[in-house]
């Protein structure tokens, strides 16, 4: 039984199953328990589950570590940051304690400690609610790194993170909290580490992370229309990166872009492509390429911040260059006006 | 100061036996040490043994206990295992972390020792969340969390002492106050005139100096802090004056550098938590030099067992290095 479910309501039910199924289960974040409830995921769980989801002081490196020790003596918690950036200021406790901890004392035990981190976009989130850092956390090894897109995943990927029982960082992008898709009813998990294929394709694969994906699909559908197949893959895990699943499409279509949401130089684009030329070399038949937020800082005002972020366009563009396609053949995607907010059900502030 | 009562013939027999354990353990490293054998930082603690002793002996085997990159002595007198500890300065399979620690990740859960991790006041918010977890978990246990004055000016530190109060959490934070962080004096980091308790005791948390070269005086104040918070009355800061007579890192003395005066040193060397203890013993009739002549030798044989114990082990296999970066599935 599935029904159409927004990724904030995937995400509140994901939630709630996890608390009802184990007691050990609870959640902390700046504004838990506020009216807002998180965008919305927690609004309600505080009646259900009282003191198991609580509000916290504005500390985020102290609360992680906090929330890591609980993990040490069986809780599983679930911590939340409405904005990476602030998740920054607890890089000591997640990187260098929790990611370590079960390698460095000989695996004797693991933490599980899910983060929910959201990455801002466009309404002015500027320079410092708008960084897309999954590769800093992606590049740590003892973290685990999910970027789900549908709803479906959202939810599948959440209890999966909850039930791991290693820290899991759980990037959402604040573009993809509206959308809507199809959710099955009751528990279910989508298994860490695999990558799903969008759509299948022939001639160019498109791996993409996050919001990217959905530019990767419009892409396509416009491809398609001038005869190009191309496939879509959705990584949806950072870390561990799918690679087999990366090659096999990129061996079957000998053409490459990466699309993801950060910037490109020591990033997932980088990786992706890196990991295809390295490993599927004779299978190229073209230079993959790779999109990513443009390298500044992201400015607020609103005909600027546009320009940091990669279009369908620009993707269905360099498909066209990659197969020899003639540019005049392809009818580019639009892009949704205004361009600094994902669609018109979004009003600000966000 | 008022009279106290005394404590136990065989508290205070057992105090000054663990303390000798722990100096006994660390020279014996200093003399090995230079061997390079034990290819991983050490921080040793000699001179500092009175505020680990006093602190576990209140606390229950079962309760909880964490420390930083200075953690021999909270390790052992917790009850933390000897064998392991050594194995794991060899860098042995046998160790307490099988070798992928060192002596900055010593661990021993068995004995409550949930592990110590050198990144300044990194296991303080940790140790309040393994308090938080007690909390949560109604289990009635306590978390100890050692770590020095340096600490205590890490972010850390402060946002942990602040959730830890908000909550009423049953924490002891046993701050080892010896005066430098590695070659850096109170002076340079901290304004003149502070006192680190007093400025503490600023989150409404009960706050105490006591003399970290005393074991007797350490035991009754982490005794007094240990059952409040059982009884749910929350956390205790206790601040211990104490010296290290060794190198920051290293089995050295290192006086010739001139970051503190000799007199400084020979000063604290007099305050020498064992030389008082023994007096005090002795003078007491609470031990004979029999006694002590004896309880040294069962040590030494005790250490001579954990030197041997990693010495024979073996390195771990090589194909562990990708093992366990991941805890696997299942309850655990």
Known sequence: MSRTLKVTQAIGEALDIAMARDKRVYIMGLGATDPRGLFGTTVGLEKKYGSRILDMPTAENGMTGIATGSALVGMRPILMHQRLDFALLSMDQIATQAAKWCYMFGGQQGIPLVIRIVIGRGWGQGPQHSQSLQAWFGHIPGLKVVMPVTAEDFKGLLLASIEDNNPVIFIEHRWLHNISGTVPKGYYTTPIGKLRVVRSGKDITIAATSHMVLEAIRAAESLAKAGVSAEVLDMRTIRPLDEKGLLRSVRKTGRLIAADTGVLQGGLASDLVAIASERAFKDLKAAPRRFGQADCPVPTAQNLSPLCYPTASDLATAAAEAVGLNLKRLDLPRPAEPRDLPDKSFTGPF | ?332
């Open chain 2, 1 to 332: 100061m008022p009279k106290v009562k005394a404590l136990p013939a065989k508290l205070r027999r057992d105090l000054y036996r663990s303390m000798l354990r722990l100096r006994l353990c660390e020279e014996r490293l200093v003399e090995l040490y230079p061997e390079q054998e034990m290819r991983c930082p050490v921080h040793f603690s000699i001179g500092q043994e009175a505020t680990p002793v006093g602190v576990s002996a209140a606390l229950r085997p079962d309760d909880y206990a964490m420390s930083g990159h200075r953690s021999h002595g909270h390790y052992l007198a917790k009850g933390g295992d000897m064998n392991r500890m050594f194995a794991e300065f060899y860098g042995k399979k046998t160790g307490c972390a099988s070798g992928m620690g060192g002596s900055m990740h010593l661990i021993d859960r068995e004995a409550g020792f949930l592990g110590a991790t050198p990144i300044v006041a990194s296991t303080i918010p940790i140790g309040v969340g393994t308090a938080f977890g007690s909390k949560m978990r109604g289990d009635k246990k306590v978390t100890a969390i050692y770590f020095g004055d340096g600490a205590t000016e890490e972010g850390a530190f402060h946002e942990a002492v602040n959730f830890a109060v908000l909550k009423k959490l049953p924490v002891l934070f046993v701050c080892e106050n010896n005066l430098y962080s590695v070659y850096s004096p109170l002076s340079v980091r901290q304004p003149a005139g502070r006192v680190i308790a007093d400025h503490v005791r600023a989150y409404g948390i009960e706050s105490l100096q006591g003399d970290g070269n005393d074991p007797e005086e350490v035991y009754r104040m982490s005794m007094t802090a240990a059952t409040k918070a059982r009884r749910g009355g929350g956390p205790t800061f206790l601040e211990f004056a104490t010296y290290r007579w060794l190198e920051h890192c290293g089995a050295s003395y290192d006086n010739d550098l001139g970051y503190r005066s000799k007199a400084e040193f020979e000063r604290w060397k007099k305050k020498c938590p064992l030389l008082r203890s023994r007096k005090r013993l002795l003078k007491d009739k609470i031990v004979t030099a029999d006694n002590l002549k004896n309880i040294e030798a069962d040590i030494r044989a005790e250490v001579e067992v954990a030197v041997n114990f990693a010495q024979a082990s073996p390195f771990p296999d090589k194909s562990v290095l990708f093992k366990n970066i991941y805890a696997g599935s299942g309850d655990g």
